[in-house]
């Protein structure tokens, strides 16, 4: 048992020797077409040393390089892919050619990615830089691609393409600066719009402002002109309630006064009345006395005098009741008066007639006793005339003053209403001044403001538009430089481009990991 293992273990060493020798004669004799330039008869030997010996990664990267010199892009790239990730020292090699051949087909991205990885695996790779500098020119990472350039050149100071390259670095720098100069001069612009529309914005808020405290300003002032109205018209107000509740004071103690002069009045006139009925009613009793010692014989006569008397004195007294018809206690106090009298006329009469029978002898005395009655009667009479036409005047004196005082009352009371119209009036036409010359004021103040809001505006706007037309000027200088600029670029560019087509139609730019290859030696051209 033991020696069938060690014979199959020496058997399938054999074997993997035999495989090792025939894959490394195939890859021999591949490697010697390749090498002078015979890619389809390379092919044949190349496939077949991949599949003898899969280990040789050489093999895979000159089969990969025959593909495309063949034109079979798709077959390289699967070969690549196959190889790719356990190349070893070759991955730079097999991922620049992989980027290589998707650069060709205008695979950018992926090209990218394959030249990215070829560096991650040799960062000193210059091929590698060259070309994904090429990939990102392509995808407009133009700022990546000056720095790939850049790098291309500092690992290979002598390479054929400086010239052409330090050119295309030169012109990118620039673009870059004029792109940057660009974008200054839109920020200048941008901010000097800023500062316009922020200027007109501060302008207008301002007259806002401004505007906001002018009518304040008007408010308060109206607001001080109607207190100060008010306060006014309140003090003359109170000034003529206190000259009304003056005179209205001054005349109720007149009129009390008046009052309680005119009971004073009437009470002497009602003590006077009484006295004068006490006396006339002593007197009557004196009378009637003295009546009664009369002749009977003279009755008739006597009767005849007395109802005179009666009538006059009747007379008297209702002209004395028809004038103190105002005074209801005088009317019936000569009304008792009256009836009194009366009463005692009846009974006078009557004690006349019973004293007619009486003795003839008394009508002397009794003739003188009545002739002295008369003339006390008489005397009384005028007397009570007397005091009834003072007591009339009195009563009409008073209501005479009574209708002054009215009348001058009222006519105060007239006077003062006009004087108060009158201040009334002017206080009216000197606040409705104030108001006008205020507003007057307040009107060429705003006006004065508003001029030099405007003014102030205009030499804004006029500023703003001269650095908007100055910048407006800046850029457009800026822009027919910028386009004179663009043009020169693109004809470098288009000279650039022609200059390199050429040059990559002449050479696929494969790198095969062996510098002493003569028809593979050279780089990846610029495009």
């Known amino acids: 048992m033991r020696f069938i293992e060690k014979s199959f273990g020496i058997l399938s060493l054999l074997v993997v020797s035999a495989s090792w020798c025939f894959g490394q004669a195939n890859f021999s004799a591949g490697e010697d077409q390749f090498m002078h330039n015979k890619p389809a008869e390379a092919r ?13 990664i050489k093999a895979f990267l000159y089969l990969g390089i025959v593909y495309e010199q063949l034109n079979m892009e798709d077959e390289a790239i699967d070969v690549y892919q196959q190889v790719l990730g356990n190349a070893g020292e070759l991955t730079a090699n097999v991922a620049n050619n992989l980027g290589n051949i998707y650069y060709k087909k205008e695979s950018i991205t992926e090209a990218e990615t394959a030249y990215t990885q070829a560096l991650s695996a040799d960062n000193l790779y210059p091929t590698a830089y060259l070309g994904r500098a090429n990939a990102r020119m392509k995808m407009g990472l133009l700022h990546e691609a000056v720095a790939d350039y850049e790098q291309y050149l500092l690992l290979d100071p002598h390479s054929s393409q400086r010239q052409t390259i330090t050119r295309i670095i030169a012109l990118l720098k620039k673009e870059f600066s004029e792109a940057e100069r660009q974008r200054l001069a839109e920020e200048e612009k941008a901010r000097i719009e800023q500062a316009a529309e922020l200027l007109r914005q501060i302008t ?118 028809a004038e103190n018809a105002e005074a209801e206690q005088q009317r019936l106090a000569a009304a008792e008066k009256m009836r009194t009298e009366t009463e005692l006329r009846i009974r006078a009469e009557a004690e006349l007639q019973r004293l007619m029978a009486e003795d003839r002898v008394r009508a002397e005395t009794e003739q003188r006793i009545r002739a002295e009655a008369e003339q006390q009667r008489v005397a009384a009479e005028e007397r009570m005339r007397t005091e009834v036409e003072q007591r009339v005047r009195a009563e ?13 009352t009222e006519t105060e009371q007239r006077v003062r209403a006009e004087a108060e119209q009158q201040r009334l009036a002017t206080a009216e036409k000197e606040r409705t001044e104030t108001e006008q010359r205020l507003r007057a004021e307040y009107a060429e103040a705003e006006q004065r403001r508003l001029a030099t809001a405007e003014k102030e ?54 790198s095969s990991g062996i510098e002493q290859i003569e028809g593979y030696a050279g780089e990846f051209e610029l495009e």
Not at 44 to 56: Q, R, S
Not at 310 to 320: D, F, G, N, S, V
Not at 483 to 490: G, I, N, S, Y
Request: hydrophobic share 35%; charged share 40%.
């Open 44 to 56: 044949t030997y190349l496939e077949n040393a991949i599949i003898e010996y899969p280990a040789n």
């Open 204 to 321: 207008e808020e301002r007259a806002r402002a401004e505007q906001a405290e002018a009518e304040l300003q008007r408010l308060i002032t109206e607001e001080r002109i109607r207190a100060e109205t008010e306060q006014r018209v309140r003090a003359e107000y109170a000034e003529a309630e206190l000259q009304r509740l003056a005179a209205e004071e001054r005349m109720r103690t007149e009129t009390e006064q008046r009052v309680r002069a005119e009971a004073e009045l009437q009470r002497i006139a009602a003590e006077e009345r009484v006295r004068t009925e006490t006396e006339q009613r002593v007197r009557a009793e004196a009378e009637l006395q003295r009546m009664l010692a009369e002749e009977r014989a003279r009755s008739e006569t006597e009767q005849r005098l007395r109802a005179e008397a009666e009538q006059q004195r009747l007379a008297a007294a209702e002209k004395e009741r």
């Open 396 to 408: 009409a004196e008073l209501q005479r003053i009574v209708a002054e005082e009215r009348v001058r």
């Open 457 to 510: 505006r205009t030499e804004m706007e006029e500023r703003v538009r001269a650095e908007y037309a100055e910048a407006e000027q800046q850029r457009l200088v800026s822009a027919e430089r910028g386009r004179l600029q663009a043009e020169q670029r693109q004809r470098l560019l288009d000279e650039i481009t022609n200059s390199l087509n050429a040059v990559a139609e002449s050479s696929q730019g494969l």
